[in-house]
């Protein structure tokens, strides 16, 4: 038995309501647009290339006494290709025993020398925080008051602990609040746990609203439900 062919009216409905051509843009406007388009695409391609070129320009560098010593003039890009062997190498011998056993010495010597002790000890745990394995609690995104009451801003639980004062035990979260636009820098700070408020974002989605300055945030009412 054939299938009666369905009418165009079963699944459009009518009238159809045809909406009016806009005017075509002046080419004042078109230039405009484009340009301000062009703009916002080339900011995080020249940051990015910036910051790749002095990275670049860095290593080179470093070990630019290398390359003249032994190749007798200077060669570009044989810093970056040293210090990336240098971290496969690196990475190779921290999945190693006799490996981990060099670098826990190394280690050992470092923390002994009161100037670089600080500089190294600090650099590793921002390393552990960042780490894979230690960022399960680097995953909760909460509301902190801040720098007032009644102002609220986007900040990474880190830990939970209880503190001693006259009324009793009272417990406590520490958070890292980042900065815009570079969320590598912020505070360190501590709350009551009843001053801060739970939120259902992503660490990736609550980078993405700090380094865009909130342009990048989906919904600001919805993020900030019930912060009062």
Not at 207 to 225: C, H, M, N, Y
């Amino acid at each position: 038995m054939e299938r009666k062919p369905r009418s165009i009216h079963d699944s459009v409905e009518f009238p159809l309501v045809v909406p009016p051509k806009e005017a075509k843009p002046g080419l004042f406007s078109y230039i405009r647009s484009r340009l301000v388009t062009g703009a916002l695409v080339a900011f995080p391609l020249v940051v990015t290339l910036f910051f790749g070129r002095f990275l670049f320009n860095l290593l080179d560098r470093w070990f630019y006494p290398w390359s003249m010593r032994f190749l007798g003039r200077p060669v570009p890009g044989l810093g970056a290709i040293i210090a990336l062997l240098l971290m496969f190498f690196l990475g190779v011998a921290a999945h190693n025993v006799l490996g981990r056993r060099l670098l826990r010495f190394g280690e050992a010597v470092l923390t002994r020398i009161p100037v670089l002790r600080p500089v190294y000890l600090g650099a590793r745990e921002v390393s552990r925080a960042l780490s894979r394995e230690r960022t399960q609690g680097f995953r909760r995104v909460v509301l902190i008051p801040f720098p007032s009451p009644g102002a609220w801003c986007i900040a990474f639980q880190t830990v939970e602990f209880v503190t001693q004062t006259e009324e009793g035990p009272v417990p406590m979260v520490a958070v890292f609040m980042p900065t815009t636009p570079n969320p590598t820098t912020g505070f360190f700070l501590a709350y009551p746990k009843t001053a801060v408020r739970p939120t259902d974002l992503s660490v990736e989605e609550a980078v993405k609203v700090v380094i865009s300055g909130g342009l990048a945030a989906g919904d600001l009412a919805e993020i900030f439900r019930g912060a009062r």
